[in-house]
């Protein structure tokens, strides 16, 4: 009988053999590996790649990091975000905070313009608001809870109450806005540069299809989309009514679409992008090695506050058993995924909140451990038969993994159920799929198990676990649990900022431990290629990359 060979390792060699021909082909560019945009510093025009089309242009139904990086571009919240993730001045030019820390009065700038020309007023945040919290609003917007923090607001989401008047936002004028909140919040200023948070303008409410077409997207931020090529690029140009222009040195941003990691990177070698990588990008795991050589000033491997992870359909079989979940997620070893395939410089990870996220005094990660579980494949192996024993299995049903189309994703996926096979005996078929095509068969819970990541849309714990509550339109894979609801609403309303980590980290072992509904892979690095001659990219604590105030010497 043939032995057979893991496929771990044969894709071990494979990435042996890719860094092998990279590095016979790194002298053909003058020794670096990649060539200048020589016209970039005389026309300012920045080319990036983005590996899927957004779903939506609409700030009130987006959810992912595609659609953020180019909604960045065309919107501006009250605040945004400088180089050190801090908020300074972006609509409101000015704001003030109650001693209880429960009322904001934000000043808006006169000079802030709609694309159109229009002035940007605090009823446009208000309509806004109103039109994510609207039960009415369709599709559902997945974001809604985050506007929960305004006092009133989750009543009118939920139907409690039909009158908006009653939810904390109200313009007292054309530039005064004022929100008052049902609990203190320290980081509810920055959460305002968020694009859930961003204004839309009152235009749109007699166009269901405004947010499909450039020609029909007004917008306040320092570019307005004027190319949608479905498929194939995206382009914004500088807007010339945003209040800041005069800091906005490039004049057009142009955004590729391919989900082929192999070919981003080749076209960064020959100069046709200026930008290559994460978080919106993909670098080829194989070339890593190669590149760390060729181009070192220009690659960069940062760890970031993100994870991934894949996520278990609770309600789909056979994963609506917990053991069997554990003994998927106990039987597969991380270490070797991150030295052998995305050789990336990642962390493994056994807990939801990634390192460099704030935690009481330090950082949750160092407060409170990710060690919520361990891989043990014997264990694994016992829990799969008790599991499958109380369902009634003799064997299992037929399992399938899905991810959104990429290189690296299908790398990781195979790897993964190659040790499942392997150290379970479960055969697991792997589906890639188109990134819409994907984000809907997760959000209409159409799976068993899916690749999942998460960036953090500001920086506390919060964000990794208010989207697994019940009420949350993020919350993708089924679970509901009245203790874990209970635990996140308490640290959402505590002052006490211990007790809210020590709620936090309860909610991790219930979500990680004891009902094992999410499968921690890794905490994130950035890899990124970057020309030398690009100056200006933001770069934040989660990963993710701003360039709006990007420039070329």
């Known amino acids: 009988m043939r032995k057979r060979k893991s496929l771990l390792t044969l894709l071990t060699m494979l990435l042996v053999v890719g860094t092998v021909l990279a590095g016979c082909g790194s002298k ?19 080319h990036i790649n983005l590996s899927a089309e957004p779903p939506t242009f609409d700030p009130a139904l987006a959810q992912d990091s595609q659609a953020h990086t180019v909604l960045n571009m065309m919107y501006e919240g009250l605040v945004r975000l400088d180089e050190n993730s801090q908020p300074v001045p972006g609509v409101a030019e000015k704001w003030d905070i109650s001693s209880d820390g429960l009322k904001y009065v934000f000043h808006l700038r006169k000079d802030a313009k709609w694309s159109n020309g229009d002035p940007v007023t605090a009823k446009d945040f208000v309509f806004a608001w109103q039109r994510v919290l609207d039960p009415n609003t369709v599709p559902a917007p997945p974001y809604a809870y985050q506007l929960y923090y305004i006092k009133g607001a989750e009543d009118y989401n939920t139907k409690k109450t039909t009158d908006f008047s009653q939810v904390g936002v109200k313009a007292t004028d054309d530039y005064t806005l004022e929100v008052t909140l049902n609990n203190p919040t320290p980081y509810f200023l920055g959460l305002t540069s968020f694009y859930t948070f961003y204004p839309v303008h009152q235009s749109v409410k007699d166009n269901p299809k405004w947010a499909a077409d450039p020609k029909t997207m007004i917008t306040n931020g320092p570019f307005t989309m004027t190319t949608w090529t479905t498929g194939q690029k995206i382009e914004v140009d500088k807007n010339p ?5 005069k800091d906005i040195k490039l004049n057009k941003i142009s955004m590729s679409l391919s989900n082929s990691g192999a070919t981003e990177l080749s076209s960064y070698r020959s100069g046709q992008l200026d930008y290559a990588g994460m978080p919106n990008g993909e670098i080829p795991t194989d070339q890593i090695p190669a590149i760390k050589k060729e181009m070192p000033d220009e690659l960069t491997m940062n760890p970031v506050g993100s994870i991934y992870y894949y996520q278990f359909n609770t309600t789909a079989k056979p994963f609506d058993n917990a053991k069997i979940r554990k003994a998927f997620a106990m039987s597969i070893n991380r270490q070797e995924i991150v030295d052998k395939v995305t050789q990336g410089g990642e962390r493994p990870a056994f807990g939801m909140v990634p390192p460099g996220i704030a935690g009481a005094k330090d950082e949750f990660r160092t407060e409170h451990k990710d060690d919520y579980f361990q891989e043990n494949v014997d264990e694994a192996k016992k829990l799969l038969q008790e599991g499958m024993k109380e369902e009634g299995y003799t064997t299992l049903p037929p399992v399938k993994l899905i991810y959104n189309s990429s290189e690296k994703h299908k790398k990781i996926a195979l790897a993964v159920a190659d040790m499942w096979k392997k150290n379970l005996g479960v055969d697991v078929q792997t589906e890639n799929q188109e990134w819409g095509v994907f984000l809907k068969n997760r959000k209409s819970l159409n799976y068993q198990i899916a690749r999942a990541g998460w960036n953090p849309d500001y920086n506390d714990p919060m964000t990794f676990f208010d989207l697994w509550t019940s009420k949350s339109g993020n919350n993708d894979v089924g679970f509901k649990n009245k203790e874990y609801d209970a635990l996140v609403n308490d640290a ?12 936090f980290a309860k909610a991790e072992t219930l979500l990680v431990k004891d009902q094992q509904v999410l499968m921690p892979i890794y905490y994130y690095t950035s890899v990124s290629l970057q020309k030398p001659n690009l100056k200006g990219v933001v770069k934040d604590y989660a990963g993710g990359v701003d360039f709006t105030r990007a420039y070329f010497e």
């Open 28 to 46: 053909s560019d003058g020794g670096n590996g990649s060539k200048q945009n020589t016209a970039a510093a005389k026309d300012q025009v920045l």
């Open 492 to 503: 959402f309303t505590s002052a006490d900022n211990n007790k809210r980590m020590d709620d």
């Open 241 to 245: 009514n945003y209040w800041d222009n």
